[in-house]
């Protein structure tokens, strides 16, 4: 009776140890979004060869499993987060590359500041239609990367005109992703730039107007020299 518990125990703890190497183990803890186009790598040194998982786009969810001290893509030491994909793939991404959550901005004049009070001082507007990769939350104010209206990105408070709604969301990925490919010099990435700002521009969108203008269909001349919208991507270098 006694042999046939150890064994039991034994089955038991490799049957656990097999569960948590194939994931079933993993328990998301908070979903997190993809600061700008990122990678996700198979094994945990993201500096190891043939590691490319998969290509995760601005904004995109995923879930959190665990973070650790490990390498990153480049060799150096940095924070590592562990991921679930929405299609239960689970790969390894630089705890950098995430954010709490991302927001639309969909109103002009938003002002972007130092802290989260009015009289901190302010660093620039936020660019109608750009992404707010936020940081931190607190008191109806977010802490976010933001494109400015000069075209840099900053980190700084916003208090209002920004919203969380997934067609915002969406819409303002495509905006950005459209005009950074309509700026470019390549024939073939200029065209799908050109086809994504003109499904914006059809739709029912806070920002088809701004993907006409873009296009030259409100009269305007294309502004395909706006380097404030060329889309970051992190690579496997």
């Not at 079933?24 to 490319?52: F, G, P």
């Not at 973070?67 to 991921?83: M, R």
Request: hydrophobic fraction near 40%; glycine fraction near 8%; proline fraction near 0%.
């Amino acid at each position: 009776m006694k042999k046939i518990s150890v064994l039991a125990l034994i089955v038991l703890a490799v049957s656990f140890a097999a569960c948590k190497k194939n994931g079933v183990a993993d328990e998301v803890l908070e979903t997190r979004y993809l600061q700008y186009k990122a990678i996700a790598y198979k094994e945990k040194e993201l500096n190891k060869k043939d590691n490319w998982l998969a290509t995760l786009e601005k904004g995109e969810a995923v879930g959190l499993l665990e973070e650790f001290d490990g390498i990153d893509n480049n060799g150096k030491p940095a924070k590592i987060a562990k991921i679930k994909l929405s299609d239960d793939s689970v790969g390894y991404t630089k705890s950098t590359w995430l954010v709490k959550k991302v927001y639309a901005v969909f109103q002009n004049d938003v002002k972007v500041y130092n802290r989260n009070n009015e009289g901190s001082g302010i660093i620039g507007k936020a660019a109608m239609g750009s992404i707010a990769a936020m940081t931190e939350e607190k008191a109806g104010w977010i802490k976010a990367y933001v494109i400015l209206e000069n075209g840099k990105t900053r980190e700084g408070w916003l208090k209002d005109g920004f919203s969380d709604s997934t067609d915002h969301v969406s819409d303002a990925v495509a905006f950005e992703k459209g005009v950074a490919l309509y700026a470019s010099s390549d024939a073939k990435a200029k065209e799908e730039g050109e086809n994504i700002l003109k499904e914006l521009a059809s739709k029912a969108s806070f920002l088809s107007s701004a993907a006409s203008d873009k296009l030259g269909l409100a009269g305007k001349a294309a502004d395909s020299s706006d380097e404030g919208w060329q889309e970051t991507t992190e690579s496997a270098e």
